[in-house]
Structures are given as structure tokens and as C-alpha cells.
Nanobody
Framework: QVQLVESGGGLVQAGGSRRLSCAAS????????MGWFRQAPGKERKFVAA????????TYLDSVTGRFTISRDNAKNTVYLQMNSLKPEDTAVYYC???????????????????WGQGTQVTVSS
């Protein structure tokens, strides 16, 4: 059974940084794309970033480009989201997601992801 466990959330001041981690188990982690999504209060869950199986491809939501970096360590079965220059509008529950394959043009769609973590809250204070 595939499990994704996020960690690293918390309260941070605007302009600060935070690194989220997602530890995966239950399948060959290195064969699949991974993504991060977020859901702000009262809003739909939205794509944030994705990374291909090897880490060779990454892509981001426009509003986080240049501030967030997704990376992965296949030896540790872990994907990361480094968040810098955080803004109050980044406040959300952040979810890690495991893709159906190594990469897809559908990386920003929830339907591409078969597995989801429980989420970790990130709150950015102004």
C-alpha cells in the first residue's frame, strides 16, 4: 500500500522560508512523477509544483515561480518543496501527490495523481 507522509508545515512570517518534505513508501518511488498541491480556506485545491521521476523536469504555478523549488531524493524516497519569500497568500494546506507515471503533460491535474498525503498546514503571517 502506497503511503505519502508530509512534514515541515507550521507558522512562518511573511518573507520567511519553509521546507516541506514528503516521505513515500509502498512502491518504486523513483519511477513516478511527484507533485505538490495546496488548498487555501474556502478554495479548491490547486497545483503548485511537479517533478519528473528523475528530477530532470520541474514545473510550477506562475505565482510561486522563482520562490519555490521542488526537488527529490530517490535514495531517500522523499520529495521536497523549498518555499522562500513566503507571502500571506501562500497560506494553505499543502498536499504531496504521487503520479501515475514518470511524467505527463497533465502534471497540473489532480486526476494524474493516484496517491495523496494527508496534508500539512502552512500559515504565513503578515
Amino acid at each position: 500500500q502506497v503511503q505519502l507522509v508530509e512534514s515541515g508545515g507550521g507558522l512562518v512570517q511573511a518573507g520567511g522560508s519553509r521546507r516541506l518534505s514528503c516521505a513515500a513508501s509502498g512502491r518504486t518511488f523513483s519511477s513516478y512523477a511527484m507533485g505538490w498541491f495546496r488548498q487555501a480556506p474556502g478554495k479548491e485545491r490547486k497545483f503548485v509544483a511537479a517533478i519528473s521521476w528523475s528530477g530532470g523536469r520541474t514545473t510550477y504555478l506562475d505565482s510561486v515561480t522563482g520562490r519555490f523549488t521542488i526537488s527529490r531524493d530517490n535514495a531517500k524516497n522523499t520529495v521536497y518543496l523549498q518555499m522562500n519569500s513566503l507571502k500571506p497568500e501562500d497560506t494553505a494546506v499543502y498536499y504531496c501527490a504521487g503520479g501515475l507515471g514518470p511524467w505527463s503533460s497533465s502534471y497540473d491535474r489532480e486526476s494524474y495523481y493516484a496517491y495523496w498525503g494527508q496534508g500539512t498546514q502552512v500559515t504565513v503571517s503578515s
